[in-house]
């Protein structure tokens, strides 16, 4: 092998070998070097050498030696440096901000939500998004003194996680000479990352399941719109320019609804929040009775908020509505199990928090219905973990990864 060679071979091995110690780390908070051999297959002499790699950047340190019954040097213990690594995670809903606060480890140790926040493309909302995030950054300083090593942004949308830009919201003229991340860093101090929500979502929900075995999940994102993130063979699913997974965009009707992105038909015209306010109104106006009547005919928009308290005041016009919502999202569901084949499917967002009785079962059903039933029988239903922090958490485990991978990528 030419000296060429070998330094590029001896370069993605120290990638391998740093990421595995670190991604270790994040999972259980220390390790000992036979910990990594056995977690890797990888020779002990190896896994030192980049051991003490990161102890030389500050990275690592040893934090105590494990006793054993065996005569010989004791193992030892080693855990992050005692400066350590904060990560904020910002998941943006069309109506409402939550944001989380993580250690290096995945615990979350703050989270608020911000339910007055209105999404839209904006820079006043920009600005009025990066002062709630660094008043959050405020608060904080009493759990983490202030050491924020990286936060990501979850956001509805075209987003493209390596570019650092999104197609869909704040891409602005008086922004446009910078992408949509360094704009971000800029406003709150921190290196920042940006994530489509639903692949956030995904993240987060898969680091529970993965734990199980399960390797192909689909999370199903279910709020004003409707979007989905794919784990396929325990990787998050992308596609050539990141924008994998936007199913609220598939055409599958011919109702001649202009949707949101310009096209017409698309499913999220019939199965989403925005939908469910749609048809609402139309009853209404058209002289059915709801519990939203007087709003809807002073002339207001509805938003989630209200469709989620007619729901629990079992508002007869709102639950038909939803369980119409529900039978629908299990026929989309079904297409994508027969060309999937997952093994889990997670329903999450503000639908997802409803009754089973109202919309959950009603999409298990029609899923069930009429998909393959040699390919549905065995997929796992449930609903998310996290609930409405699903979107702030995995935005957490982002920065963290893609800071990581930094720091390892500038010690090579």
């Known amino acids: 092998m030419n000296l060429k060679l070998q330094a590029v071979a001896e370069k993605d091995t120290g990638t391998l070998v740093k990421t595995a110690i670190l991604t ?19 020779s002990m002499t190896t896994i030192s050498k980049y051991v003490f790699d990161l102890q030389t950047a500050s990275v690592l340190e040893v934090i105590d030696t494990i006793k054993t019954s065996r005569k010989g040097r004791r193992p030892l213990l080693y855990g992050m440096k005692t400066d350590p690594w904060y990560f904020l995670g910002v998941s943006m809903r069309m ?28 820079y006043y909302r920009l600005e009025e998004l990066c002062a709630l995030v660094n008043g959050f950054m405020q608060k904080s300083k009493d759990i983490c003194a202030g050491k924020i090593t990286a936060a990501c942004f979850a956001l509805g949308g075209r ?30 101090g921190v290196a920042v990352f940006i994530e489509n929500d639903s692949k956030a979502m995904v993240r987060a929900e898969y ?16 709020g004003w719109g409707l979007g989905m993130g794919i784990v396929i063979d325990g990787e998050i ?13 598939m055409r599958r009707y011919s109702n001649e609804i202009i949707c949101h992105c310009g096209k017409k038909g698309c499913a999220e ?32 928009d ?45 329903i999450g967002g503000r639908l997802a928090e409803t009754s089973s009785y ?38 957490c485990m982002t920065a963290r990864e893609r800071m990581t991978g930094a720091v390892i990528q500038s010690m090579l």
């Open 95 to 122: 109506y409402g901000v939550t944001v989380s606060l993580m250690s290096f480890t995945g615990e979350v140790l703050m989270t608020e939500d911000y339910p007055d926040f209105v999404y839209e493309n904006s």
């Open 24 to 42: 270790y780390l994040m999972e259980h908070g220390s390790f000992t070097i036979p910990d990594i051999v056995e977690e890797t297959g990888i």
């Open 237 to 249: 699913y992308r596609g050539k320019d990141g924008y994998s997974g936007e199913i609220g965009h």
């Open 269 to 300: 015209t019939e199965v989403s929040g925005r939908a469910i306010a749609r048809k609402l109104k139309e009853r209404i106006i058209g002289g059915e009775n709801s519990v939203l009547a007087s709003k809807v005919l002073s002339g207001r």
């Open 358 to 395: 109202y919309f959950l079962g009603p999409v298990e059903n029609s899923m069930r219905k009429f998909a393959i039933r040699l390919m549905s029988q065995n997929v796992k239903v449930a609903t998310s973990r996290f609930g409405l922090s699903a979107g702030s958490v995995g935005a």
């Open 302 to 346: 509805l938003n989630m908020t209200d469709i989620m308290d007619a729901i629990n005041a079992e508002d007869p016009l709102c639950l038909e509505i939803v369980t119409q919502t529900g039978n629908e999202l299990g026929m989309i569901l079904s297409s994508l199990i027969n060309i999937f084949n997952p093994e889990c499917i997670v």
């Open 207 to 222: 680091s529970s399941l993965k734990a199980q075995g399960v390797r192909d999940v689909l999370f199903v994102n279910v």
């Open 159 to 188: 987003v493209n996680a390596t570019l650092g830009t999104s197609a869909s919201i704040f891409n602005l003229e008086e922004t446009s000479s910078q992408t949509l991340s360094e704009i971000l860093s800029e406003k709150i």
